[in-house]
């Protein structure tokens, strides 16, 4: 049972307009958010973080929002670019249980010229 | 370069070969662990290291037998495995496992083949 879910394996998007990636999850526990950004043979890189008492959280051109009640986060990059283009997971990391990030199965991006 | 290395990038291997996967951190952490990620799957944790010690072991079967010697080194010893288990395995590190809100570094992985 998938407790991290990203619903959309792809999503295309030209260069300058607004990506928004989706995540939703089922733990209630879980009160740390993550996303990281995987580009062909390399390992993922952290992206961005939120922890469950924030709604929001913004680091340049990437915002990631909480939805606590609907149990969703998404991910906005505003504008986006093409070097952009890479798969992006969701994760999230249960109370008292630091090293266990469960993660989603990821959305591949692609942003077009 | 995120400062974890994994060797080697590739493995092709037998169902009764013995191989082993290597890690090193650069960064100076204390916690190591070791995904697998297989074909439209999530990554799943297998193994967490913490100062050398093993933490956790998510039910991961004993044809996979991880090593650490040093906080630095990180090793996944393969034997008698199966073509299932064929996937990318990752590497990575962070400051210390047990800390809130930690974000992990990872390696860029070995993408195993098990014919």
């Known amino acids: 049972d998938q407790q991290v879910k990203q619903n959309s394996p792809s999503l295309s998007v030209q260069e300058g307009r607004i990506s928004i990636l989706n995540c939703d999850y089922t733990?209630?526990?879980?009160?740390?958010f993550l996303w990281y950004k995987k580009y062909p043979a390399e390992g993922p890189t952290f992206l961005i973080s939120?922890?469950?008492?924030?709604d929001k959280n913004e680091d340049g051109r990437f915002t990631v929002f909480l939805n606590k009640s609907a149990k969703h986060l998404s991910l906005h990059i505003v504008p986006s670019q093409p070097g952009d283009s890479a798969v992006y997971f969701c994760?999230?990391?249960?109370?008292?249980?630091?090293?266990?990030?469960?993660f989603g199965t990821g959305t591949r991006l692609q942003v077009t010229l | 370069e995120t400062g974890v290395t994994q060797t080697p990038r590739h493995l092709v291997m037998g169902m009764t070969n013995k191989k082993s996967l290597k890690c090193e951190q650069h960064?100076?952490?204390?916690?190591m662990y070791w995904y697998k990620q297989s074909a439209k799957k999530p990554l799943e944790l297998m193994f967490v290291?913490?100062?050398?010690?093993?933490?956790e072991n998510n039910s991961v079967p004993s044809r996979f037998s991880p090593e650490c010697p040093n906080s630095s080194h990180l090793f996944l010893h393969l034997h008698t495995l199966q073509p299932e288990d064929s996937a990318l395995y990752l590497c990575?590190?962070?400051?210390?496992?047990?800390?809130?809100?930690?974000?992990?570094?990872f390696g860029s992985g070995t993408q195993l083949s098990v014919l």
């Open positions: 990575a590190s962070s400051q210390e496992g047990g800390v809130r809100n930690e974000k992990l570094f």
């Open positions: 733990n209630s526990m879980f009160d740390y």
């Open positions: 939120i922890s469950s008492i924030k």
């Open positions: 994760a999230a990391r249960p109370t008292g249980t630091a090293s266990k990030l469960t």
């Open positions: 960064l100076g952490h204390n916690a």
């Open positions: 290291y913490n100062f050398k010690e093993q933490t």
